[in-house]
């Protein structure tokens, strides 16, 4: 058993001056970072939760044409925000405490996170991903997804291994706010939109050493071939990457 913690202090510059910046020039960005855990390991299983705590003041903002804007990279402040949640994940080999003359092992894997992101300061937005008007103290901070899940099984010996992996992502807000979440529907003007739905994918992966030194390896990403809307910016939906398989 271990506990674990930790005090991180971290900046980020702002960039050159700009000369064409309306809300003038952005100041640097700080932050203080707590951690606090919890780590067990027995008979080849381990399991950790951490609990985490994001401190931030004079947090950046830009406004690029990759994140919406009107791309003149000019940087700006939001004030203060707060990012904090908790970290959970399990990992171990079900064969483990068995008798087992075959070699095989079956791992399986489990990691889970929660985050809340908000703005602790009510501001005038200048644009970019986070779009253009007025923020509210307390509006979640948009593009941080709030349920984050992983799951993953296998099979394996000395010559071979098949890993099923799954990852869950959750509802994610696009706009900042506090209210109903929107999601993409025919019904709903794209202006409308505040959030993307969650969504799951399913990967497929094996690997067979076919000589000490040659190894042959298949992979099927998004084996059920789900269809999810991954991003909304810039200019539009973004899809997920579909059916596909490589070796």
Same mark, same amino acid.
């Given at each position: 058993? /271990?506990?674990?913690?930790?005090?991180?202090?971290?900046?980020s510059?702002?960039?050159?001056?700009?000369?064409?910046?309306?809300?003038?020039q952005?100041?640097?960005?700080?932050?203080?970072?707590?951690?606090?855990?919890?780590?067990?390991?027995?008979?080849?299983?381990?399991?950790?939760?951490?609990?985490?705590? /994001?401190?931030?003041?004079?947090?950046?903002?830009?406004?690029?044409?990759?994140?919406?804007?009107?791309?003149?990279?000019?940087?700006?402040?939001?004030?203060?925000?707060h990012?904090?949640?908790i970290?959970?994940?399990?990992?171990?080999?079900?064969?483990?405490?068995?008798?087992?003359?075959?070699?095989?092992?079956?791992?399986?894997?489990?990691?889970?996170t929660?985050?809340?992101?908000?703005?602790?300061?009510?501001?005038?937005?200048?644009?970019?991903?986070?779009?253009?008007?007025?923020?509210?103290?307390?509006?979640?901070?948009?593009?941080?997804?709030?349920?984050?899940?992983? =799951?993953?099984?296998?099979?394996?010996?000395?010559?071979?291994?098949?890993?099923?992996?799954?990852?869950?992502?959750?509802?994610?807000?696009?706009?900042?706010?506090?209210? =109903?979440?929107?999601?993409?529907?025919?019904?709903?003007?794209?202006?409308?939109?505040? =959030?993307?739905?969650?969504?799951?994918?399913?990967?497929?992966?094996?690997?067979?050493?076919?000589?000490?030194?040659?190894? %042959?390896? %298949?992979?099927?990403?998004?084996?059920?071939?789900?269809?999810?809307?991954?991003?909304?910016l810039?200019?539009?939906?973004?899809?997920?990457?579909?059916?596909?398989?490589?070796?």
């Amino acid at each position: 058993m /271990n506990l674990l913690g930790g005090i991180h202090k971290g900046f980020s510059p702002p960039g050159m001056p700009s000369v064409t910046a309306t809300s003038g020039q952005a100041r640097m960005e700080t932050s203080v970072n707590y951690e606090l855990g919890y780590h067990f390991e027995k008979n080849g299983y381990t399991a950790q939760v951490v609990g985490f705590f /994001n401190n931030y003041s004079n947090i950046l903002g830009s406004d690029n044409m990759s994140g919406g804007g009107a791309g003149t990279g000019d940087m700006f402040n939001a004030g203060n925000a707060h990012i904090q949640g908790i970290e959970i994940s399990f990992e171990g080999n079900l064969l483990s405490n068995k008798n087992n003359p075959s070699g095989l092992s079956f791992p399986v894997s489990l990691a889970y996170t929660f985050t809340d992101a908000r703005f602790q300061e009510t501001f005038i937005n200048g644009g970019g991903d986070w779009g253009s008007g007025r923020i509210n103290q307390g509006d979640k901070i948009p593009f941080i997804t709030p349920h984050l899940l992983t =799951a993953n099984v296998g099979v394996s010996n000395q010559k071979f291994d098949i890993t099923l992996s799954s990852r869950f992502t959750g509802i994610t807000r696009v706009k900042p706010g506090a209210g =109903a979440l929107i999601i993409p529907d025919n019904l709903v003007k794209y202006a409308d939109v505040n =959030a993307l739905a969650g969504f799951l994918i399913i990967d497929l992966s094996t690997n067979y050493d076919v000589t000490k030194s040659v190894t %042959a390896f %298949a992979t099927i990403n998004n084996l059920t071939n789900s269809k999810a809307i991954v991003a909304n910016l810039p200019q539009g939906y973004r899809p997920n990457m579909p059916l596909s398989f490589n070796t």
